[in-house]
C-alpha cells in the first residue's frame, strides 16, 4: 500500500466515526472510499473534497497535507456560463475556474487555516476532528446562503469575501445575474472589474452577450 493510500484509508476511518454523521445531518452523502461529500441543496450540487497531498512543499517534514476543496454547481448558471464563454476556456482562467472551486479556508476570516499536516497515522483524527469544527464554524454557515442564482448576486452585492474573486467568478457572478433578469447588474459589474482597455478587449464576446441578452 503506497503512502497516499494508507493516509486515505486512515482518514476515511477517522471520516466515518467523526465526519459522516455531522455531514449527514447537513444533506451531505459521501461514498464508501471516497473522501468527497456531496449533497443536493436548492437546485445546486455542493460538494467539499477532503484532498490528500503528499509531500507538501509548503512542509517537507509532513508525510502529507490534508486541504479540502469546495466546489458549487448551479446548473442554471452553468449553462448561461458555457453559452457566454464558449470554447474561449482561457476567460475561466484562476483559482475557482468559474465553479466557485476554492479552498474552504476562504470562508473563514483570514487568521483562520483549513491546511492540516500528517506525520503520523495517529494524528488523523485530530485533524478530522480539525475538519469537522472548521466546516461547522465557516463552511456549512456558506454553502447554506450560496446555493441559487440569486444567491450568488447576491454575495457580491454585499462583497461577501468569503469566494475568491478572481476574474472566472466574475463571470460566474455575470451569468448568475442574466438567469436573475439582471441584466444592468451585469453589465455594471463588467465595467467596474473589466472595464480597462486591455480587459475590455479581451472580454469583448461577454461584452457582446450581456448586450445581446433579453
Not at 3 to 28: R, W
Not at 104 to 129: C, G, H, L, M, N
Amino acid at each position: 500500500m503506497s503512502m497516499k493510500d494508507e493516509i486515505k484509508a486512515c482518514l476515511i476511518a477517522s471520516m466515518e466515526a467523526m465526519l459522516d454523521p455531522y455531514m449527514a445531518e447537513n444533506g451531505f452523502a459521501r461514498r464508501a472510499k471516497s473522501l468527497v461529500y456531496k449533497r443536493e441543496y436548492q437546485g445546486s450540487t455542493q460538494s467539499i473534497d477532503v484532498e490528500v497531498q503528499i509531500h507538501p512543499k509548503d512542509n517537507p517534514n509532513a508525510a502529507a497535507a490534508v486541504y479540502p476543496i469546495m466546489e458549487v454547481h448551479v446548473p442554471a448558471v452553468d449553462r448561461v456560463l458555457e453559452d457566454m464563454i464558449g470554447g474561449n476556456l482561457g476567460l475561466l482562467e484562476g483559482v475557482t475556474k468559474g465553479l466557485s472551486n476554492q479552498p474552504i479556508e476562504f470562508t473563514a476570516q483570514k487568521a483562520e487555516k483549513a491546511r492540516w499536516y500528517v506525520y503520523q497515522p495517529d494524528s488523523v483524527p485530530e485533524i478530522v476532528q480539525g475538519i469537522r469544527s472548521f466546516m461547522e464554524r465557516w463552511t456549512m454557515p456558506f454553502l447554506d446562503v450560496y446555493a441559487t442564482p440569486e444567491d450568488i448576486v447576491a454575495a457580491d452585492e454585499r462583497e461577501d469575501g468569503r469566494m475568491v474573486a478572481d476574474r472566472a467568478h466574475r463571470m460566474r457572478v455575470v451569468a448568475a445575474a442574466l438567469v436573475c433578469n439582471r441584466k444592468t447588474y451585469a453589465q455594471a459589474l463588467m465595467e467596474k472589474r473589466l472595464g480597462a482597455l486591455g480587459a475590455r478587449r479581451r472580454y469583448q464576446q461577454v461584452y457582446d452577450y450581456i448586450e445581446q441578452a433579453a
